[in-house]
């Protein structure tokens, strides 16, 4: 059967038995004996030919479509798409196994449908895969589902309409007709007597059209026209019934489908008495208040006529209470006690003839009540303020189970508007009831007497009034006290300081006033200090006040040191209520802090070479205190360092090449001090460190570089440079990959000849920075997208050659032999991206036959962020000794220079520097004058 989808989550299995297919004779058997009849008993076999085709084994495996993800899929109107598999021996496929579809696609097993009429898991998953494959159990279940074999909507057969196919309709139609001859014929007759065999259908106004109205258990009526093929959609159903067009006997003309209909021989029929009437006839004892009367209407009747009173005759236009309509049930109100009313349905029939119905009655008596037992009784708030809202709690018990009405009253007064209706639930099981009291504005302050009663609602309109019987009741003396409950106000706070240092006056100050009636007492001022919640309180002053005020009280306090101080102001009345507020703000009592702290590295040096991880120590000071310290390493999330702070301590891994490590301090006012850093460059301790410098000394390098060597033995490494004699070749390689997080590549050598670097990336291209015709071409590029940059005279010996590798371009700047201006070239590359260089790189000289070719002093760094060439830090000062730190090059010059223009030819140089490591520290003079511009320029 069809239906909503939804996850199934009982676990399926296997049928125990094969079993053979029954025959449609003997299915017609099984639903007869359950109870269907006429169309309904046609429809249950033409239903189980069509859904398991008669097998008791037959499955169907219900399997939602996905998609690549797993995720199910639906069709544009929300509705998931459904593949089925179908087994005959009742194997079912495992729930959330995923299957290829013979169809294309996926598709995930989310429920099964089961025996002769596929009872499915989704909407029965209660039902056992026993119940389902046994066809004597099954067909009940069938039964239940069809709501008494009203209704096969539900069933994917019947939604199709494949249940009525024509021939297995007459195949059905006449194992049906076998055993029940009140099924209808093929090509049934107009004129044909119908009956409705059973309720819940409609009469509408066209085959699957609008409702008229609804089909009851023994209409009966003449066949005008059918059978018709029409659709219904009910909710989110459309299935396919046979519709006959029907004069009904109760005056309506309209469709009803097949499954409600039996053949009925009779003669045109009147109204059936109603029945089945609630309450049941002669019922007493019960709520006056209101009676639910309810029936059944009988069949064929057009309308119903109510007749309600305490006359047995039901004969005065007064006691006709409904009438002309189709209702069922109808609410009398009103009632008297001890009084036996009178009540009647009358049923109209199609020819207007009135079906007199038999007259039922009740008596309304009241309930004799039974004892109730009070105690526990509670009263808060206790004392209560005049005109204040009290609750009353306490236990009540009985032995049955019975409505009373607790009352209350305090002195002589009574609050009926809060009488609590409670139901005590019998077995002298104390219960709790819990309700409210409003105390009169009039009442004054002193102890009250407080009764609390259990009353018998005798009439049932849920108030005590003259006639209820009082069950019980429970005393309490003294049970409320009214007093001065209302808490004295407190407002315009404020603590304010002049000065915020220490020893000198805050001042304070509060406005009280008391509307409870006993007066103002006085107001307490009391500090706490505390950076944050606040804890340990000490008053500060006390002021006495009396009357109603409001009245403004003001004192002072002397902070004696540091510190947030927290002020809050107490008003207490004569009646010992009390309000405490805090001053909108806390006050700073310390010394100024003129300046911000000071961040210092204590070890390593800066510029460092190191293998790996290292202990970094710095300190922080500050004119008043420091308050917090941080540290990052490259760029990542600042650390908090919880040590001594003037020498505090932490160890961190360094990345292989440079690294900053940077320091910041905080004093205890929120002044930040300048980011300190800290250069180290960390070999890595392997061959996979990106940065090298490789001179040659002692004719080795390390152990991931091969050398390739071609010609005499004098070719390769030798005179502590890298050389080839005449028209031999010798080259260095290994694999290099630049590391994340770079911005560029610097990569310098000397050179002279036919040497240069090839590097290939990860498209096989081989890039290439190197020296071509006789000395005068550098060759930068890849093969097929080569630029050469001429060189004014040609390369002289041991030149000195720097590139810097971005994303894009490549910039070139090389120093000739004996001159001191470079020539600088910036050439774009789209295809160069840094991320792509993965590949070998070699190191390569070529002689021709009549020179040898050398390389020497090959450098190569990748950059991070923090490697740009600026300033980091100075501190200069006029006429007077000056620092500067920046970023270096091992074995490269850099020179100070002073301008106080910044005009081309207006700058001085104030010493040269030659750098050992990755930064470089120098202090020189700083020439007076009230403006100067400092750089620092690296020299060829």
């Not at 944050?532 to 040191?561: E, I, K």
């Not at 160890?651 to 300048?674: F, T």
Request: proline share 6%.
């Amino acid at each position: 059967m069809a239906g909503r989808l939804m996850v199934a989550v009982s676990l399926l299995v296997t049928a125990a038995a094969d079993q053979a297919p029954l025959t449609a004779s003997q299915v017609a058997t099984l639903a007869y004996n359950k109870g269907f009849r006429g169309g309904s008993l046609m429809a249950a076999i033409a239903v189980a030919s069509a859904e398991s085709s008669f097998d008791p084994d037959a499955v169907c495996n219900n399997l939602q479509e996905i998609d690549g993800a797993n995720q199910p899929i639906f069709y544009p109107n929300g509705k998931p798409k459904i593949a089925t598999i179908s087994t005959y021996d009742g194997t079912m496929l495992p729930l959330n196994q995923i299957y290829n579809l013979s169809s294309g696609g996926r598709g995930k097993v989310i429920g099964h449908c089961r025996g002769l009429w596929q009872i499915n898991s989704m909407h029965y998953g209660g039902i056992s895969n026993a119940a389902t494959f046994d066809p004597a159990v099954a067909v009940g279940h069938a039964w239940d589902i069809t709501r008494g074999g009203g209704s096969w909507a539900m069933w994917t057969s019947v939604m199709t309409g494949s249940a009525w196919q024509p021939a297995r309709l007459a195949m059905a139609r006449a194992a049906a007709r076998a055993i029940d001859p009140t099924v209808l014929p093929e090509n049934v007759a107009a004129g044909t007597r119908i009956r409705a065999w059973t309720s819940g259908g409609a009469v509408r106004a066209t085959a699957g059209g609008a409702f008229i109205r609804s089909v009851r258990q023994g209409d009966t009526g003449t066949i005008l026209a059918g059978p018709v093929m029409a659709s219904i959609t009910q909710k989110i159903h459309t299935s396919q019934h046979l519709w006959y067009r029907i004069q009904w006997d109760h005056g309506t003309t309209g469709w009803c489908v097949e499954e409600y209909l039996t053949q009925n021989p009779s003669a045109v029929q009147i109204a059936s008495q109603a029945y089945n009437p609630f309450p049941e006839n002669g019922k007493v004892r019960l709520p006056i208040h209101q009676v639910n009367l309810q029936w059944n209407i009988g069949a064929n009747t057009k309308e119903i006529r109510l007749r309600f009173g305490t006359d047995p005759a039901l004969a005065t236009p007064d006691t006709v209470k409904l009438t002309g309509g189709f209702q069922t049930a109808w609410t009398a109100s009103g009632l008297q006690n001890y009084q036996n009313y009178y009540w009647r349905v009358d049923s109209v029939s199609g020819n207007g003839t009135l079906v007199q119905g038999p007259t039922w009655t009740f008596r309304t008596v009241p309930v004799a009540p039974q004892p109730v037992t009070l105690s526990n009784i509670t009263v808060t708030p206790k004392p209560a303020g005049v005109g204040q809202m009290i609750t009353i709690r306490g236990l009540a018990s009985s032995p049955g189970p019975q409505p009373v009405i607790i009352g209350a009253s305090v002195g002589t007064r009574s609050d009926p508007d809060r009488d609590l209706v409670f139901n005590v639930p019998g077995g002298n099981v104390p219960t709790q009831f819990t309700r409210t009291f409003q105390l009169p504005a009039d009442l004054g302050f002193g102890s009250y007497e407080l009764v609390v009663a259990a009353w018998q609602d005798a009439d049932g309109n849920n108030t005590i009034e003259f006639g209820d019987p009082r069950i019980t009741q429970a005393t309490v003396p003294a049970g409320v006290v009214i007093g001065d409950v209302t808490l004295p106000g407190i407002a315009n706070l404020s603590a304010s300081s002049a000065t915020h240092l220490p020893n000198q006056a805050i001042q304070l100050s509060a406005t009280a006033t008391d509307s409870g009636g006993s007066g103002l007492a006085g107001v307490y001022f009391y500090r706490a200090i505390a950076e944050s919640n606040p804890v340990n309180w000490m008053v500060v002053a006390y002021r006495p006040a009396t009357g109603n005020g409001p009245v403004t009280l003001t004192a002072q306090d002397n902070p004696p040191t540091e510190g947030l101080y927290w002020y809050e102001m107490e008003a207490v009345d004569a009646g010992g209520n009390r309000r405490r507020l805090a001053a909108p703000a806390p006050v700073r009592i310390q010394i100024p802090d003129l300046a911000p702290p000071v961040a210092t590295w204590v070890n390593p040096e800066n510029g460092m070479t190191i293998g790996g991880g290292i202990t970094v120590t710095g300190q922080a000071t500050d004119d008043r205190s420091v308050a917090s310290v941080y540290y990052r390493v490259n760029g990542g999330a600042w650390v908090q360092v919880f040590q001594n702070f003037y020498q505090w301590s932490a160890s961190v891994n360094l990345q292989p090449g440079s690294n900053l490590i940077e320091m910041r301090a905080v004093d205890i006012v929120g002044k930040s001090s300048q980011i300190e850093p800290l250069y180290l460059y960390s070999t890595g301790g392997g061959p996979s460190v990106f940065d090298e410098r490789i001179d040659f000394n002692g004719n080795q390098l390390g152990s991931h570089w091969q050398v390739d060597a071609s010609g005499p033995f004098d070719n390769g490494i030798a005179n502590e440079r890298l050389q080839a004699t005449q028209g031999n070749t010798a080259a260095i390689r290994t694999n290099k990959t630049v590391p994340a997080n770079t911005i560029g590549v610097e990569l310098r050598f000397a050179a002279d000849s036919g040497s240069g670097v090839y590097w290939q990336d990860n498209a096989s291209r081989e890039w290439r920075i190197a020296l071509k015709q006789n000395q005068n071409m550098l060759e930068v590029g890849y093969l097929g997208a080569v630029q050469n940059v001429a060189i004014p005279g040609g390369f002289s010996q041991q030149s000195r050659i720097r590139t810097l590798w971005r994303d894009g371009h490549i910039e070139i700047e090389f120093v000739l032999q004996g001159q001191q201006q470079p020539i600088a070239h910036d050439l774009a590359f789209p295809l160069l991206k840094l991320s792509n260089l993965t590949g070998m790189m070699e190191f390569r000289v070529q002689a021709d036959f009549s020179n040898s070719a050398t390389m020497d002093d090959i450098q190569l760094r990748a950059l991070r962020p923090w490697d740009r060439f600026v300033i980091e830090r100075h501190s200069m000062k006029s006429g007077q000794n000056s620092k500067l730190r920046w970023p270096s090059f091992a074995g490269r010059s850099y020179a100070i220079e002073t301008s106080p223009t910044m005009g081309a030819n207006t700058w001085t140089e104030a010493g040269q520097v030659l750098s050992q490591g990755l930064v470089t520290e120098q202090t020189f003079t700083m020439p007076a004058g009230k403006r100067r511009f400092v750089r620092v320029r690296e020299l060829p």
